[in-house]
């Protein structure tokens, strides 16, 4: 189908920062094909001045995940807050990218003249549930394998031709200098330190805390890089045995940035390290380099895009090393990133940094090539 000259568009995005990072692509491609539409992201509310503040949408209609996963009552008032609020904005065009059953009874409500989702669905619809949607995007657009393809899929179904097939999210200049502030603090320089995260959502998907303790010696004696531990208030534990684990000095920021400030700390430094991740994807959209640390999940599905990156996995099929704890056929609850020895880890940091100096000096004589490796 060709492109309505569509003014008020939804975009149903309820999951974490990774996917509203990945989704910012679709965002961009809109604002480009319709200048001025008011566009409108439903997300968690922790997410909400992220995204307006960054550009991603003009404004959000936030909801809280507790109450969306309490009790039915809890869950009705939600949903009812939600879809009242949505409803006032009239809006022509809804595209739903969490393709799940709460967001397809959201886009049904809200009702909007063009509704787009996936098809097939990521899970299958139930006997009683509705397909909302009245124009259909394949699961993957454009050909693609990595799930930025999945959230660029709709434009490939409005017959929309492709702008912004990366993420591209700089700090605010408020953020980058209070980032500059707070490194010079704690005798940071920037492009000097690696930014290491060792959370996630799932203790199965972070690599051991004493296995980022001896990769991060290792590369601070080869170096002579800062590190610097980000991540949540939940991942303070983790950061704490690290720290207590080093020889080498490391500054803990766990817990005391919020996202604008991560991001604009991400953008400073020379690498980021960690698990697959939401601030892997935000190292990425900043343009810093990534070594990203897998488990079951894919790689060529969840890694970093646009910037020089390597990926480790361990090979597959897993030898099991945590029966009691993993669930197999979920990639967000397996353990599989357990069986990562330290040396290619280190390996793989030392590489992309001897890499992205030389593609420095190639940038300042004009030759500068990217390019991303997955190993």
């Known amino acids: 189908m060709s492109p309505a000259p569509f003014r008020s568009i939804l975009i149903i995005q309820t999951k974490f920062i990774g996917d509203i990072v990945l989704a910012s692509t679709l965002a961009g491609n809109l604002q480009l094909e319709f200048p001025g539409a008011r566009i409108v992201f439903l997300c968690e509310a922790h997410f909400e ?135 010079d603090g704690h005798h940071i320089h920037s492009n000097a330190f690696v930014a290491v995260h060792a959370g996630a959502s799932f203790k199965g998907r972070q690599w051991q805390p004493e296995r980022f303790a001896q990769a991060i010696d290792e590369i601070a004696a080869e170096t002579g890089l800062g590190v610097v531990l980000v991540g949540g208030p939940d991942e303070r534990e983790t950061a704490a045995r690290i720290v207590t684990g080093t020889a080498a000095p490391v500054v803990d920021l766990v817990g005391a940035l919020s996202l604008e400030s991560l991001l604009a700390v991400l953008e400073r430094a020379r ?84 890499r992205t100096e030389l593609e420095k000096e190639r940038a300042v004589r004009g030759q500068w090539t990217g390019r991303t490796v997955a190993e």
């Open 271 to 354: 690498l980021f390290l960690g698990n697959e991740s939401g601030p892997m994807h935000m190292a990425a959209a900043a343009g810093t380099p990534v070594v990203g640390l897998f488990g079951l999940t894919h790689p060529a599905r969840w890694g970093p895009v646009g910037v020089p990156s390597i990926v480790l996995r361990p090979p597959m099929p897993c030898d099991c090393v945590a029966r009691d704890l993993c669930r197999r056929t979920d990639p967000s609850k397996a353990c599989c990133v357990w069986r990562l020895e330290v040396k290619p880890v280190v390996d793989a940091a030392l590489e992309i940094l001897a």
């Open 49 to 183: 001045s992220f995204v307006v503040a960054h550009g991603i949408a003009s404004e959000v209609v936030a909801f809280r995940r507790a109450r969306i996963r309490g009790n039915p009552l809890e869950r009705g008032k939600e949903l009812y807050a939600v879809v009242r609020a949505l409803r006032r904005f009239h809006f022509d065009l809804t595209i739903d990218l969490t393709d799940s059953k709460t967001s397809r009874v959201v886009s049904g409500f809200v009702n909007a003249r063009t509704r787009i989702g996936y098809n097939p669905p990521e899970r299958p619809l139930k006997l009683l549930e509705r397909q909302p949607a009245n124009v259909f995007a394949r699961p993957f657009g454009f050909g693609g394998q990595h799930f930025v393809y999945r959230y660029l899929s709709p434009l490939e179904a409005l017959g929309i031709d492709l702008r912004v097939t990366v993420p591209s999210i700089q700090p605010l200049p408020s953020e980058a200098a209070k980032a500059l502030v707070l490194l």
